[in-house]
Protein backbone atom coordinates (compact mmCIF):
# COMPACT_ATOMS: atom_id res chain seq x y z
CA UNK A 1 0.00 0.00 0.00
CA UNK A 2 1.43 3.26 -1.34
CA UNK A 3 -0.27 5.32 1.46
CA UNK A 4 1.43 8.09 2.95
CA UNK A 5 2.14 8.07 6.77
CA UNK A 6 4.32 10.45 9.22
CA UNK A 7 3.95 13.49 10.03
CA UNK A 8 3.13 15.29 7.01
CA UNK A 9 -0.14 12.23 6.90
CA UNK A 10 -3.52 13.66 5.30
CA UNK A 11 -6.64 11.78 5.51
CA UNK A 12 -7.16 9.07 2.56
CA UNK A 13 -10.01 10.30 0.51
CA UNK A 14 -11.95 8.21 -1.72
CA UNK A 15 -13.81 10.34 -4.29
CA UNK A 16 -16.30 9.18 -6.52
CA UNK A 17 -16.99 11.63 -10.33
CA UNK A 18 -20.42 10.24 -12.02
CA UNK A 19 -21.61 13.85 -13.67
CA UNK A 20 -21.74 13.08 -17.28
CA UNK A 21 -20.20 10.47 -19.13
CA UNK A 22 -17.15 8.97 -17.33
CA UNK A 23 -17.19 6.59 -14.04
CA UNK A 24 -14.54 7.89 -12.32
CA UNK A 25 -13.23 6.87 -9.13
CA UNK A 26 -9.72 7.93 -7.00
CA UNK A 27 -7.76 7.30 -3.56
CA UNK A 28 -6.36 11.19 -2.69
CA UNK A 29 -4.36 12.25 0.32
CA UNK A 30 -4.13 15.96 -0.12
CA UNK A 31 -3.00 16.86 -3.34
CA UNK A 32 -0.80 13.07 -3.69
CA UNK A 33 -3.21 11.30 -6.02
CA UNK A 34 -2.39 7.43 -5.09
CA UNK A 35 -4.73 5.66 -7.49
CA UNK A 36 -7.58 7.15 -10.28
CA UNK A 37 -9.27 4.53 -12.20
CA UNK A 38 -11.66 6.16 -14.79
CA UNK A 39 -14.27 4.17 -17.24
CA UNK A 40 -15.21 6.03 -20.36
CA UNK A 41 -18.48 5.19 -21.40
CA UNK A 42 -17.00 7.34 -25.10
CA UNK A 43 -17.96 4.27 -27.01
CA UNK A 44 -21.02 3.61 -25.73
CA UNK A 45 -22.37 6.94 -26.64
CA UNK A 46 -20.49 7.63 -30.02
CA UNK A 47 -23.18 5.91 -32.33
CA UNK A 48 -25.69 8.72 -30.73
CA UNK A 49 -23.03 11.66 -31.62
CA UNK A 50 -23.34 12.45 -27.65
CA UNK A 51 -24.35 11.89 -24.26
CA UNK A 52 -27.36 10.02 -23.77
CA UNK A 53 -28.59 10.91 -20.21
CA UNK A 54 -30.54 7.00 -19.47
CA UNK A 55 -27.43 4.87 -20.71
CA UNK A 56 -24.98 7.15 -18.59
CA UNK A 57 -26.85 6.65 -15.59
CA UNK A 58 -27.70 2.80 -15.93
CA UNK A 59 -23.99 2.19 -17.06
CA UNK A 60 -22.75 4.38 -14.16
CA UNK A 61 -24.94 1.78 -12.03
CA UNK A 62 -23.18 -1.05 -13.37
CA UNK A 63 -19.74 0.18 -13.69
CA UNK A 64 -18.98 1.69 -10.38
CA UNK A 65 -19.23 -0.90 -7.61
CA UNK A 66 -16.56 -2.99 -9.28
CA UNK A 67 -14.62 0.28 -10.54
CA UNK A 68 -13.93 1.00 -6.13
CA UNK A 69 -13.52 -2.48 -5.27
CA UNK A 70 -10.95 -2.40 -8.21
CA UNK A 71 -9.22 0.74 -6.67
CA UNK A 72 -8.66 -0.68 -3.64
CA UNK A 73 -7.13 -3.90 -4.53
CA UNK A 74 -4.58 -2.17 -6.91
CA UNK A 75 -3.67 0.37 -4.05
CA UNK A 76 -3.88 -2.18 -1.52
CA UNK A 77 -6.59 -0.18 0.78
CA UNK A 78 -8.87 -2.07 2.64
CA UNK A 79 -12.23 0.03 3.27
CA UNK A 80 -11.41 0.64 6.73
CA UNK A 81 -8.64 2.76 5.86
CA UNK A 82 -10.62 5.65 4.05
CA UNK A 83 -11.22 8.14 6.25
CA UNK A 84 -13.96 10.75 4.10
CA UNK A 85 -15.84 9.76 0.91
CA UNK A 86 -16.33 12.77 -1.35
CA UNK A 87 -18.64 12.71 -4.28
CA UNK A 88 -20.06 15.46 -7.08
CA UNK A 89 -23.23 16.63 -6.37
CA UNK A 90 -23.43 18.61 -9.10
CA UNK A 91 -23.44 20.51 -12.20
CA UNK A 92 -24.47 17.73 -14.67
CA UNK A 93 -26.95 14.80 -15.41
CA UNK A 94 -29.34 14.44 -12.73
CA UNK A 95 -29.21 10.55 -13.54
CA UNK A 96 -25.89 10.36 -13.34
CA UNK A 97 -25.37 12.45 -10.58
CA UNK A 98 -27.75 10.63 -8.49
CA UNK A 99 -25.55 7.67 -9.05
CA UNK A 100 -22.15 8.76 -7.87
CA UNK A 101 -23.71 10.02 -4.99
CA UNK A 102 -26.02 7.79 -3.74
CA UNK A 103 -22.86 5.31 -3.53
CA UNK A 104 -20.63 7.90 -1.70
CA UNK A 105 -23.29 8.89 1.09
CA UNK A 106 -24.40 5.03 1.90
CA UNK A 107 -20.36 3.61 2.17
CA UNK A 108 -19.29 6.87 4.20
CA UNK A 109 -22.84 5.84 6.49
CA UNK A 110 -21.54 2.09 6.81
CA UNK A 111 -17.82 3.45 7.07
CA UNK A 112 -18.89 6.27 9.67
CA UNK A 113 -16.50 8.41 7.74
CA UNK A 114 -17.65 11.99 6.60
CA UNK A 115 -18.96 12.41 3.17
CA UNK A 116 -18.15 16.13 0.89
CA UNK A 117 -20.24 16.71 -1.80
CA UNK A 118 -18.22 18.42 -4.46
CA UNK A 119 -19.15 20.95 -6.96
CA UNK A 120 -17.92 19.64 -9.74
CA UNK A 121 -16.60 22.76 -11.39
CA UNK A 122 -14.74 23.73 -8.00
CA UNK A 123 -12.70 19.75 -9.01
CA UNK A 124 -11.93 21.11 -12.59
CA UNK A 125 -10.96 24.92 -10.95
CA UNK A 126 -8.39 23.08 -8.58
CA UNK A 127 -7.12 20.50 -10.57
CA UNK A 128 -3.60 22.51 -11.67
CA UNK A 129 -2.63 21.89 -8.13
CA UNK A 130 -3.31 18.20 -8.14
CA UNK A 131 0.36 16.94 -6.85
CA UNK A 132 1.61 20.29 -5.56
CA UNK A 133 2.37 20.56 -2.05
CA UNK A 134 1.04 23.50 -0.29
CA UNK A 135 -1.82 25.35 -0.30
CA UNK A 136 -4.15 26.39 -3.11
CA UNK A 137 -2.81 30.04 -4.33
CA UNK A 138 -4.69 32.71 -5.34
CA UNK A 139 -4.23 32.84 -9.49
CA UNK A 140 -6.49 33.67 -12.38
CA UNK A 141 -8.06 30.67 -13.28
CA UNK A 142 -9.83 29.58 -16.68
CA UNK A 143 -11.77 26.45 -16.88
CA UNK A 144 -12.76 25.26 -20.28
CA UNK A 145 -14.54 22.08 -20.04
CA UNK A 146 -17.31 20.42 -22.71
CA UNK A 147 -19.96 22.36 -20.38
CA UNK A 148 -18.49 25.17 -18.72
CA UNK A 149 -16.14 28.17 -19.41
CA UNK A 150 -15.19 30.19 -16.44
CA UNK A 151 -12.73 33.18 -15.52
CA UNK A 152 -12.51 32.61 -12.14
CA UNK A 153 -10.38 34.88 -9.57
CA UNK A 154 -9.32 32.49 -6.84
CA UNK A 155 -8.35 34.20 -3.78
CA UNK A 156 -7.45 30.69 -2.42
CA UNK A 157 -9.48 27.43 -1.56
CA UNK A 158 -13.14 27.69 -1.26
CA UNK A 159 -12.45 31.29 -2.33
CA UNK A 160 -13.81 32.78 -5.67
CA UNK A 161 -15.22 35.37 -7.85
CA UNK A 162 -16.73 34.70 -10.89
CA UNK A 163 -15.28 37.16 -13.62
CA UNK A 164 -17.33 36.00 -16.43
CA UNK A 165 -18.40 32.85 -18.38
CA UNK A 166 -20.26 31.96 -21.83
CA UNK A 167 -23.28 33.40 -23.07
CA UNK A 168 -24.52 30.56 -24.96
CA UNK A 169 -22.13 27.53 -26.13
CA UNK A 170 -19.06 26.33 -23.78
CA UNK A 171 -15.47 26.03 -25.42
CA UNK A 172 -15.58 21.90 -25.64
CA UNK A 173 -19.16 22.12 -26.78
CA UNK A 174 -18.45 24.74 -29.84
CA UNK A 175 -15.20 21.92 -30.61
CA UNK A 176 -18.21 19.18 -30.61
CA UNK A 177 -21.09 20.51 -32.58
CA UNK A 178 -18.09 22.07 -34.98
CA UNK A 179 -16.81 18.19 -35.04
CA UNK A 180 -19.90 16.99 -35.95
CA UNK A 181 -20.89 19.51 -38.63
CA UNK A 182 -18.02 17.98 -40.33
CA UNK A 183 -18.88 14.55 -39.91
CA UNK A 184 -16.28 14.07 -37.47
CA UNK A 185 -16.50 11.25 -34.42
CA UNK A 186 -17.92 12.23 -30.96
CA UNK A 187 -16.28 13.72 -28.83
CA UNK A 188 -14.86 16.84 -31.32
CA UNK A 189 -11.83 18.09 -29.36
CA UNK A 190 -9.55 15.68 -29.46
CA UNK A 191 -10.15 14.97 -33.43
CA UNK A 192 -9.96 18.80 -34.31
CA UNK A 193 -6.99 19.29 -31.54
CA UNK A 194 -4.93 16.29 -34.13
CA UNK A 195 -6.53 17.69 -37.55
CA UNK A 196 -5.68 21.15 -36.66
CA UNK A 197 -1.73 20.23 -36.61
CA UNK A 198 -1.76 19.92 -40.47
CA UNK A 199 -3.66 23.27 -41.00
CA UNK A 200 -3.45 26.25 -41.38
CA UNK A 201 -5.02 29.00 -38.45
CA UNK A 202 -5.50 31.68 -41.28
CA UNK A 203 -6.26 29.79 -44.19
CA UNK A 204 -9.94 31.08 -43.24
CA UNK A 205 -11.28 34.13 -41.24
CA UNK A 206 -13.63 33.21 -38.36
CA UNK A 207 -14.96 35.16 -36.05
CA UNK A 208 -12.99 36.27 -32.60
CA UNK A 209 -16.45 36.50 -31.18
CA UNK A 210 -16.25 39.05 -28.25
CA UNK A 211 -12.82 39.67 -27.94
CA UNK A 212 -13.30 43.49 -27.52
CA UNK A 213 -15.96 43.40 -25.06
CA UNK A 214 -14.30 44.83 -22.34
CA UNK A 215 -15.58 42.30 -20.10
CA UNK A 216 -15.18 38.33 -19.09
CA UNK A 217 -17.82 36.95 -21.13
CA UNK A 218 -17.55 34.60 -23.64
CA UNK A 219 -19.73 34.04 -26.50
CA UNK A 220 -19.09 30.60 -29.12
CA UNK A 221 -22.33 30.54 -30.63
CA UNK A 222 -21.39 32.89 -33.63
CA UNK A 223 -18.15 31.07 -34.60
CA UNK A 224 -20.03 27.63 -34.85
CA UNK A 225 -22.66 29.59 -37.40
CA UNK A 226 -19.68 31.16 -38.96
CA UNK A 227 -18.23 27.64 -39.71
CA UNK A 228 -21.49 26.31 -40.93
CA UNK A 229 -21.89 29.18 -43.03
CA UNK A 230 -19.06 28.57 -44.50
CA UNK A 231 -19.31 24.84 -45.50
CA UNK A 232 -21.15 25.03 -48.53
CA UNK A 233 -18.51 27.43 -50.27
CA UNK A 234 -15.84 24.56 -49.86
CA UNK A 235 -15.32 23.34 -52.91
CA UNK A 236 -15.75 19.12 -52.53
CA UNK A 237 -14.17 17.21 -51.56
CA UNK A 238 -14.36 18.10 -47.70
CA UNK A 239 -11.41 15.89 -46.82
CA UNK A 240 -8.39 18.03 -48.21
CA UNK A 241 -9.79 20.84 -46.55
CA UNK A 242 -10.62 19.40 -42.81
CA UNK A 243 -6.84 20.25 -41.93
CA UNK A 244 -7.16 24.31 -42.85
CA UNK A 245 -10.67 24.48 -41.44
CA UNK A 246 -10.09 22.69 -38.04
CA UNK A 247 -6.75 24.89 -37.65
CA UNK A 248 -9.29 28.29 -38.14
CA UNK A 249 -12.21 27.32 -36.01
CA UNK A 250 -9.60 26.47 -33.28
CA UNK A 251 -7.46 29.45 -33.46
CA UNK A 252 -10.97 31.16 -33.67
CA UNK A 253 -11.74 29.79 -29.69
CA UNK A 254 -8.22 30.14 -28.24
CA UNK A 255 -7.29 33.28 -29.11
CA UNK A 256 -9.94 34.64 -27.38
CA UNK A 257 -9.49 32.37 -24.32
CA UNK A 258 -6.15 33.45 -24.35
CA UNK A 259 -6.90 37.31 -24.89
CA UNK A 260 -9.59 37.62 -22.14
CA UNK A 261 -7.51 35.24 -19.39
CA UNK A 262 -4.71 37.60 -19.84
CA UNK A 263 -6.89 40.31 -19.32
CA UNK A 264 -8.71 38.86 -15.98
CA UNK A 265 -4.65 38.30 -14.76
CA UNK A 266 -3.79 42.14 -15.61
CA UNK A 267 -7.23 43.24 -14.15
CA UNK A 268 -6.75 40.80 -10.91
CA UNK A 269 -3.50 41.35 -10.63
CA UNK A 270 -2.90 38.04 -9.97
CA UNK A 271 0.56 36.45 -10.88
CA UNK A 272 -0.27 32.78 -11.40
CA UNK A 273 -2.47 31.65 -14.35
CA UNK A 274 -4.08 28.37 -14.54
CA UNK A 275 -6.32 27.03 -17.03
CA UNK A 276 -8.10 23.21 -16.48
CA UNK A 277 -11.04 21.09 -18.10
CA UNK A 278 -10.98 19.30 -20.67
CA UNK A 279 -10.18 22.07 -23.10
CA UNK A 280 -7.03 22.40 -21.40
CA UNK A 281 -5.72 19.37 -23.30
CA UNK A 282 -5.64 20.91 -26.81
CA UNK A 283 -1.86 21.11 -27.79
CA UNK A 284 -2.38 24.85 -29.46
CA UNK A 285 -4.18 26.32 -26.26
CA UNK A 286 -1.31 24.73 -23.88
CA UNK A 287 1.49 26.34 -26.40
CA UNK A 288 -1.02 29.66 -27.20
CA UNK A 289 -1.35 30.20 -23.26
CA UNK A 290 2.12 29.40 -22.22
CA UNK A 291 3.41 31.84 -24.88
CA UNK A 292 1.12 34.37 -23.70
CA UNK A 293 2.04 33.95 -20.11
CA UNK A 294 5.88 33.72 -20.69
CA UNK A 295 5.36 37.42 -22.63
CA UNK A 296 3.38 38.69 -19.64
CA UNK A 297 5.61 37.69 -16.86
CA UNK A 298 3.02 35.17 -15.69
CA UNK A 299 3.19 31.88 -14.00
CA UNK A 300 1.54 29.36 -15.70
CA UNK A 301 0.07 26.04 -13.89
CA UNK A 302 -2.01 23.90 -16.73
CA UNK A 303 -3.88 21.16 -15.70
CA UNK A 304 -1.85 17.53 -16.53
CA UNK A 305 -3.31 15.66 -19.14
CA UNK A 306 -4.52 13.45 -17.39
CA UNK A 307 -6.49 15.33 -15.16
CA UNK A 308 -8.00 17.65 -18.14
CA UNK A 309 -11.20 15.76 -18.51
CA UNK A 310 -13.82 14.00 -15.86
CA UNK A 311 -11.75 12.40 -12.98
CA UNK A 312 -12.11 12.04 -9.67
CA UNK A 313 -8.90 12.60 -8.17
CA UNK A 314 -9.97 16.38 -8.54
CA UNK A 315 -12.85 15.51 -6.65
CA UNK A 316 -11.34 14.38 -3.50
CA UNK A 317 -8.75 17.27 -3.76
CA UNK A 318 -11.50 19.31 -3.17
CA UNK A 319 -12.63 17.36 -0.35
CA UNK A 320 -8.81 17.47 0.71
CA UNK A 321 -8.84 21.36 1.15
CA UNK A 322 -11.89 21.28 2.73
CA UNK A 323 -10.56 18.68 5.56
CA UNK A 324 -7.84 20.46 5.67
CA UNK A 325 -9.84 23.81 6.46
CA UNK A 326 -11.10 21.39 9.68
CA UNK A 327 -14.76 21.09 7.93
CA UNK A 328 -16.51 18.52 9.48
CA UNK A 329 -18.62 16.95 5.93
CA UNK A 330 -21.70 18.03 4.73
CA UNK A 331 -24.97 16.23 5.24
CA UNK A 332 -26.02 13.23 4.42
CA UNK A 333 -29.68 15.21 3.68
CA UNK A 334 -28.06 16.98 0.98
CA UNK A 335 -29.37 17.04 -2.57
CA UNK A 336 -27.50 16.60 -6.21
CA UNK A 337 -28.03 19.59 -8.33
CA UNK A 338 -27.66 19.59 -12.24
CA UNK A 339 -27.38 23.43 -12.06
CA UNK A 340 -24.84 23.42 -9.23
CA UNK A 341 -22.78 27.13 -9.65
CA UNK A 342 -19.40 27.73 -8.71
CA UNK A 343 -19.68 29.05 -5.36
CA UNK A 344 -17.28 29.88 -2.28
CA UNK A 345 -17.28 27.98 0.94
CA UNK A 346 -14.19 29.68 2.70
CA UNK A 347 -14.64 32.22 5.14
O1 LIG B 1 -14.08 18.47 -18.65
P1 LIG B 1 -14.73 17.52 -19.56
O2 LIG B 1 -14.28 16.08 -19.54
O3 LIG B 1 -16.27 17.45 -19.36
C1 LIG B 1 -17.11 18.44 -18.88
O4 LIG B 1 -17.13 18.67 -17.63
O5 LIG B 1 -17.80 19.03 -19.72
O6 LIG B 1 -14.56 18.12 -21.02
C2 LIG B 1 -14.95 17.43 -22.16
C3 LIG B 1 -14.78 18.38 -23.34
C4 LIG B 1 -15.37 17.87 -24.63
O7 LIG B 1 -16.14 18.92 -25.19
C5 LIG B 1 -14.16 17.56 -25.48
O8 LIG B 1 -14.38 17.71 -26.87
C6 LIG B 1 -13.16 18.58 -24.96
O9 LIG B 1 -13.38 18.62 -23.57
N1 LIG B 1 -11.77 18.21 -25.25
C7 LIG B 1 -10.96 18.89 -26.09
C8 LIG B 1 -9.75 18.19 -26.14
N2 LIG B 1 -9.84 17.09 -25.33
C9 LIG B 1 -11.10 17.12 -24.79
N3 LIG B 1 -11.18 20.03 -26.77
C10 LIG B 1 -10.18 20.49 -27.54
N4 LIG B 1 -8.98 19.86 -27.67
C11 LIG B 1 -8.72 18.71 -27.00
N5 LIG B 1 -7.56 18.10 -27.11
ZN1 LIG C 1 -16.03 18.23 -16.37
Known sequence: MN???????MPLVLAIETSCDETAVALVQGP?????????QIELHRP???VVPELASRNHNLTLPPLVRLLLDRAGVGPQHLEAVAATAGPGLASSLLIGNTFGKALSLALGCPFFAVNHLEGHLLSPCLGRIGSVPPSAALVVSGGHTLLVDVRGAGDYRLLGSTRDDAAGEAFDKVAKMLGLPYPGGPVIDRLAREGNPAA????????GSGDFQFSFSGLKTAVHYLLPKIPPPMEGHLPDICASFQEAVIEVLVAKTMAAARATGRKLVTVSGGVS?????????????ERAGLDLWLCSPGYGTDNAAMIGFVAATRLAAGRSGDPLEGDIDPNLRLESWAG
Not at 32 to 40: D, N
Not at 204 to 211: Q, V
Not at 282 to 292: D, E, V
Open 48 to 50: YGG
Open 32 to 40: HVLASEIAS
Open 204 to 211: YALPRSMI
Open 281 to 293: CNGRLRQSMTAAC
Open 3 to 9: VRTGTDR
